[in-house]
């Protein structure tokens, strides 16, 4: 028998309330959450009380927390001068995380202001860094999951590689989002970069991935354009299958960004459309992963 994935979303991209947030997961009947941002704070900071609010909550409503979305040494992060505030956070996170029994806590690699290919200064910077980060994690029975996104270990599949090889912890492992690639330049080699490819950068990497992320989109004049799953360059249906068939019962998680970004605060559609949005990014997402092979409990 094949084993069975849940499947989970970033409910804020509908809601800051965690009311709506409820709402939206019931209305796709899911029972799984990636809990990134409630009243506009994100979890990593809320108070062990305000968190105690969030988790009973999710409790009576029979949610787990799948993951938390951390900001920890995400791309708005200094790989220097914010380490210690993300230290703080992961230890905050973990306290939470031990409340509610969640695995996973997903982190980057600090922001990036131009291409650094391997062999730079930062990369002993990120790598020590984030030794520190596992190493407090490994010592508290929790998981980081490094996300490819424009920090960077998600430069090239080789930065990726390098940061797992040289942290060397069971406390980090990987989630891959197939929709950042489509927008992101490899910068493995040497200048002019080109536009990574999400499925091929997968399947190097694909033996660390320990969850994923369905995000879709197209670049318009060098930037991302986020579409429904499978509309995009993603290529997630055929990440989806290789996933199915060599890492079965990997957890799933809809990031849409198509109504909101967060890392752009100008991209905040209506409640309405961020509800409508969803719901079909998460209807869609299921069956583009059904038809891919994979199997949700």
Known sequence: MKTSSIISGFTDEVSDELDVQIRALKELGWSHIDLRTVDGKNVSTLSDEEFARVHRKLEENDIAIACFGSTVANWGRDVISDLERDLEELRTSIRHMHTAGVPYIRIMSYKVSEPEPLGTPMEAQVI????????????????????????????????????????????LRLVYDTGNPVSMKDVSGTDPYYYQDSYLFFEQVKEFVDYIHIKDAVVENDEPRYVFPGEGGGRVKEILKSAAEERPGLPISIEPHMAVVFHDPSVQAPLEERWSTFIRYGKQALRVAEEAGIRFS
């Open 128 to 171: 020590s860094s984030i030794k520190k980060i596992t190493e407090i994690a490994e010592d508290n029975g929790v998981v980081c999951l490094h996300e490819n996104c424009l920090t960077w270990g998600g430069q090239s599949h080789q930065h990726c590689l390098r940061l797992l090889e040289a942290v060397d912890s069971p406390a």
